[in-house]
């Protein structure tokens, strides 16, 4: 079964730093993409960044960037210059060839708060 | 700009009274998505409908139905709301149901049970 591990409830970070989100995951399937979302507190999930399996090198997007390291089978979430609006819950998913269909395993959530 | 929309994203009902909540896209994905999330937790999938197909969870209550009646929208039907299903609604599409794909959410419609 696949899993994901977000071991951080919360998260605190200065404006204009770089903050590391951890998210740790478990699959016997060697296909599998991995996914960033982030939470306001309205409500909205809204998708930051992918990783699959087989993608030789880190992604990035714009200030976003996944540090994928797959012998650790850890996916965390680098966010450089934080900035006020990034204050939001954060999920880390899994989804995988097994399940047979895009179907996402989400973790706990991380809890971010910049300050200015 | 193409997007996913949730009506209403506030939704008060009374226990036991059934209640609709609605999610259209005009990204035109073959897949559509419900989630329920309870506060502090993470969202926990309902069903789906790839194109015509549906697809329930094993562990979804049979209080909770869903419609597709085309590719744009789709519906949340809970037939006799308990106080334990006051939560928020997502809903998402994909283009396809593979596990490379992304899934785009919407707003979310948060649901108060009285």
């Known amino acids: 079964a696949q899993k994901i591990t977000q071991t951080q409830p919360g998260m605190f970070v200065q404006e204009k730093e770089a903050v590391t989100l951890d998210c740790t995951y478990d699959?016997?399937?060697?296909?599998?993409?991995l996914f960033w979302y982030k939470q306001p507190s309205s409500g909205e999930m809204i998708f930051l960044i992918y990783?699959?399996?087989?993608?030789?090198q880190n992604a990035t997007e714009g200030r976003y960037s996944l540090n994928f390291q797959k012998a650790r089978k850890s996916a965390n979430l680098v966010i450089s210059a934080s900035q006020l609006g990034d204050s939001a819950m954060y999920f880390c998913?899994?989804?995988?060839?097994?399940?047979?269909?895009?179907?996402?395993?989400f973790g706990t959530g991380t809890r971010l708060l910049v300050s200015p | 700009d193409a997007m996913v929309i949730q009506n209403p994203r506030y939704q008060v009902t009374q226990f036991g009274k059934p209640v609709t909540l609605s999610c259209s896209q005009t990204?035109?994905?073959?897949?559509m998505y419900w989630y329920q999330q309870k506060s502090s937790q993470a969202p926990k999938l309902l069903f789906h409908?790839?194109?015509?197909?549906?697809?329930n969870e094993a562990d979804t209550p049979d209080n909770f139905q869903s419609r597709r009646p085309n590719t744009s929208f789709c519906f949340l039907d809970i037939r006799s709301p308990g106080l334990g299903d006051a939560a928020m609604y997502l809903c998402?599409?994909?283009?396809?149901?593979?596990?490379?794909?992304?899934?785009?959410f919407g707003p979310g419609t948060r649901l108060l049970v009285l």
């Open positions: 998402a599409t994909s283009r396809d149901p593979g596990w490379q794909e992304t899934q785009y």
């Open positions: 699959t016997s399937d060697p296909s599998y993409g």
């Open positions: 990783q699959g399996s087989y993608d030789q």
């Open positions: 998913a899994m989804s995988s060839m097994n399940t047979g269909f895009q179907k996402l395993v």
């Open positions: 990204l035109n994905h073959n897949v």
């Open positions: 409908y790839y194109d015509k197909d549906f697809n």
